[in-house]
């Protein structure tokens, strides 16, 4: 009986030369820094576990990394951003990883098999508060808000919930751009 291939594909289980050459005759595809089946679908589950050692346990993807996993961003980032609950006290120094201590609350982070993100309305949140707003972030979250049905008065509620969270006036300032009304 012939040894099963894991659902994602590393240097670890075959040469890099042989991915990319399957790659180059369309039998896998990247995902992040591994190489999936194109049989297989391209999910936040996979999206996730390609991530998985990366970002291990603690730590949960958010911002651009979370929007990547849910499907709202097609390349996978170079640089993850990811966050820790403000009592964690985590600290991390690997170079493609920036981890930043917030408010965050359980209901608002999504385990993905080995994986925690920010579920869909924590990350419209991020990306909205975030000091580095573009045309790029906007279209993130305009997808996220539409693919995963996030329903902007859960955004607001969680700007209400969270009322010291740094960037909270500037996020609802730019979701009332986006969604103006706002349904009520």
Do not use: K
């Not at 982070?109 to 990350?123: A, D, E």
């Amino acid at each position: 009986m012939s040894p099963t291939l894991p659902r994602l594909l590393t240097p670890r289980d075959l040469p890099d030369v042989e991915l990319q050459a399957a790659g180059l005759d369309g039998d896998v595809c990247r995902v992040a820094d591994s190489w999936a089946s194109v049989a297989d679908p391209d999910d936040a589950w996979l999206r996730a576990a390609a991530l998985a050692d990366s970002l291990g346990p603690v730590v949960v993807a958010a911002r651009g990394t979370a929007a990547w996993i849910w499907g709202a961003r097609a390349a996978a980032p170079r640089h993850l951003e990811a966050v820790v609950p403000s009592w964690a006290r985590h600290h991390d120094d690997r170079p493609r990883i920036t981890v930043g201590e917030v408010l965050i609350d359980d209901d608002e982070i999504t385990q993905l098999g080995r994986v925690r993100v920010t579920s869909p309305t924590r990350t419209v949140l991020d990306l909205l508060r975030a000091d580095d707003w573009s045309s790029d972030a906007e279209r993130l979250v305009r997808t996220l808000l539409t693919d995963h049905g996030v329903d902007p008065r859960r955004v607001t509620g969680l700007v209400r919930r969270h009322g010291r969270l740094p960037g909270r006036r500037r996020a609802a300032a730019r979701l009332r751009t986006l969604v103006d009304p706002l349904p009520v």
